[in-house]
């Protein structure tokens, strides 16, 4: 199965896990360390050039062929695991996969229902799986149809496709509902609005004057408006009394004052 992930109390446990599960690279680096200490302190004798640079090549390499080794024998030793999917629809919803040893799973504690065995994915399906490292111990929780015989499976199968439908339609009939009821209110909501207007439009007349008798004088006064002026095109008011001038006969026009001629003396 795959490894659980590790818990720490502290900074020391965090130390001693790290220490424990990268031993073997550590040790070679502590090899190699240990052998370009002898070649710098001049008490000691010096190691062959070869052995220096044997140490340093394996320093340097370490934990890269540590991680490729854990590789090459997780790949040729491959034990027939029983693979294992967790599936919880719940208020968090999971689906996991794990790899069980067989061992593990044949002497796993299981509660409730039985796992079910689905026919393609994974070898088991169950709704919880809890891996005890102190203890180590399996328990898990199966599921409620690996219980059920195939007719009891085929009418439960067939009960859910008729929850399923019958909660469809009443999804579209709450929606119908809904778009009714939201039409509803925008009615009484404009309703209402116009009947605010003519509140107030009646509170701004006067008593006893509505708004229509006073769009109705407002109509009929239009009516009354005189025509425009005429229109530039027409002769001026200047123009036709130069007009008239012009038609008078000079013997018409009365001859000056005697006295006014006479300078104004009497």
């Known amino acids: 199965m795959s490894e659980p992930l590790p818990t720490f109390a502290s900074n020391r446990d965090r130390v001693v896990y790290l220490l424990a599960e990268y031993k073997i690279p550590l040790s070679i680096m502590t090899l190699a360390a240990g052998v370009w200490a002898i070649w710098a302190t001049p008490q000691l004798p010096e190691p062959p050039e070869a052995v220096l640079a044997g140490s340093a ?3 340097m390499l370490a934990f890269p062929a540590f991680f490729l080794a854990k590789k090459v024998v997780k790949w040729l030793y491959a034990p027939e695991f029983v693979t294992v999917g967790v599936a919880d629809p719940g208020d968090g919803e999971v689906y996991e996969k794990y790899n069980v040893p067989p061992d593990v799973w044949d002497d796993a504690d ?5 796992p079910l065995s689905p026919k393609e994915g994974v070898d088991y399906v169950v709704t919880r799986f809890n891996w005890m490292d102190d203890l180590g111990q399996l328990e898990v929780r199966g599921c409620d149809r690996a219980d059920l ?3 009891e499976a085929f009418a439960t199968r067939k009960r859910v496709d008729e929850y399923y439908e019958h909660h469809h339609d009443l999804r579209r009939q709450f929606a119908g509902l809904k778009a009714t009821v939201l039409g509803k209110a925008t009615e009484v909501h404009d309703l209402t609005i116009m009947a605010m207007i003519a509140e107030r439009e009646g509170a701004e007349l006067a008593p006893g004057v509505g708004v ?7 109509e009929e006064a239009a009516d009354e408006i005189p025509d425009a002026p005429a229109s530039t095109e027409e002769t001026s008011h200047v123009d036709r009394l ?3 001038f012009a038609e008078l006969d000079p013997g018409d026009v009365p001859g000056p004052d005697p006295a006014i001629a006479d300078g104004g003396d009497q």
């Open 149 to 151: 015989t195939p007719a």
């Open 110 to 114: 299981v509660i409730g229902a039985q």
């Open 242 to 244: 130069d007009n008239q």
């Open 212 to 218: 229509d008798e006073l769009v109705e004088d407002l």
């Open 57 to 59: 090549s394996a320093a």
